[in-house]
């Protein structure tokens, strides 16, 4: 065993399902955004409003690992209690 070999048990996960997970995320965060603003408290004279949500929990169809990596690589900030938001360029 080398030193840039993972700690046995904890194998670093594949870019592949990093990207997915990457992609299921967006794509959640879209949808709850898109939901938090056509619901009907906003006004419907008003023209409605920007949602509010930056951060959302993870989805669990991922293990912690994938969430942990991408945190690592910066892609993704955790913001405690399980939520998570795209950091600002």
Do not use: C
Not at 9 to 20: Q, T, V
Not at 30 to 46: F, I, N, P, Q, Y
Not at 67 to 86: A, F, N, P
């Amino acid at each position: 065993m080398s030193e840039s070999d993972p700690p046995s048990g904890e194998e670093s996960p594949a870019p592949e399902e990093l990207k997915r997970a990457m992609k299921a995320f967006k794509k959640r965060l879209k949808l709850s955004r898109l939901d938090d603003e056509s619901r009907l408290g906003h006004g419907a004279m008003t023209g409605g409003n920007a949602s509010g949500i930056v951060a959302i929990m993870a989805p669990n169809q991922y293990p912690q690992a994938v969430w942990d990596e991408l945190v690592k690589q910066g892609r993704l900030k955790y913001l405690g209690q399980g939520l998570y938001e795209i950091p600002k360029p």
